[in-house]
């Protein structure tokens, strides 16, 4: 019965679209919800995604599926290229040596064996020509970093600076509706003269970056980062950075300038103010439940050529466009927010 009203064309609950809670959902009332950026960004691409994994705290059935042709998942493979680039420099810098000097690529390569090895004993290796292939693969996406990092001597005043996490109080940012509470890590942040830099790791494409500063509400990691790290280190950010050290993101770096992350604290509080108002609806791209956790719960697949279909993005597509339902309003206006 829910599969069949949710072709109806009246917003419900089986739409994501529910009863208003705002001291329990809204966390600029609910002291007790901490969010991530990475979570922001998932509010911002689809509030529906949000309700299932931030409100109703659900999670995929962790029952791997055996590929003879790939050992590590995307999310495995850039957790693990995170934990090396940050570990060379810390290794670096502790030990006295310079970028420049060979010894530097050799870290890094280390870094990755030690890190290689301990990942065969928590993740099923497939056969040993595949793990040579991905075990090749990750060694060039870690030479790429070395290069990057040659070309552009970081002057770093932090490494992997966490705030919220591991008893560590969260930061938080004071909007309009109330208080956000915010946890996470930023990878580094770099300082001159001029002020702060702040860095993050991206070891997938770039595709999508030159999409404005927010990307519609989906890209927020930059300005929430450049917020913590003025409140942490007490200085003033010059700009917020994606750097993309690997083979694929071919060592392209995207750079916005502070003045112009300032709006975040107007987009968050018009995406929390449906938060509050209990509309979770679904995203109107269909290209946003690629990588999601909740696609079958969609009915989210891949078709021909690769193109992703939803039957749930299509129908708020229509609603958002028609502008007629209330509860389109905040997905509305965060897609065409730029400040």
């Not at 990691?221 to 993309?244: P, T």
């Not at 509309?279 to 269909?286: I, K």
């Amino acid at each position: 019965r829910a599969h069949e009203a949710r072709r109806s064309g009246t917003p419900s609950a089986v739409h994501g679209v529910v009863e208003a809670r705002p001291e329990l959902l809204d966390p600029r009332r609910n002291g007790d919800v901490v969010l991530s950026a990475s979570r922001l960004e998932a509010l911002g691409a689809c509030p529906l995604r949000y309700l299932h994994g931030t409100v109703l705290h659900l999670r995929p059935p962790d029952d791997p599926e055996h590929d003879p042709d790939a050992w590590l998942d995307p999310r495995e493979r850039g957790s693990l290229l995170h934990r090396v680039y940050d570990a060379t420099l810390r290794d670096a810098w502790e030990g006295g040596v310079k970028i420049a000097e060979p010894r530097f690529e050799e870290l890094a390569v280390e870094r990755l064996r030690r890190g290689i090895e301990r990942l065969r004993h928590e993740v099923p290796i497939p056969g040993e020509g595949t793990l040579a292939r991905e075990t090749a693969g990750l060694e060039e996406d870690v030479r790429s970093f070395v290069r990057m990092i040659r070309e552009h001597p970081p002057d770093y005043a932090e490494l992997e600076l966490r705030f919220g996490l591991a008893g560590d109080e969260p930061a938080e940012l004071s909007l309009t509706g109330g208080a956000l509470k915010l946890r996470g890590a930023i990878d580094r942040v770099d300082a001159d003269l001029g002020g702060l830099h702040v860095v993050d790791y991206k070891t997938g494409t770039p595709y999508g970056f030159e999409k404005g500063v927010f990307d519609g509400g989906r890209r927020l990691q930059h300005a929430v980062y450049a917020h913590v790290a003025e409140q942490r280190l007490d200085g003033r950010v010059v700009d917020g950075q994606y750097h993309f050290p690997t083979r694929r993101g071919q060592n392209q770096t995207f750079v916005y300038e502070r003045e112009k992350l300032t709006p975040l604290d107007d987009l968050l509080d018009l995406m929390l103010d449906g938060v509050a108002a209990g509309h979770f609806v679904p995203t109107d791209d269909a290209k946003d439940c690629s990588f999601c956790d909740f696609a079958e719960v969609c009915r989210a697949e891949r078709g021909e050529w690769g193109r992703v279909e939803s039957p749930l993005a299509e129908w708020s597509e229509e609603h958002t466009n028609a502008g007629i339902q209330p509860a389109f309003a905040h997905l509305k206006k965060a897609r065409t927010f730029e400040g």
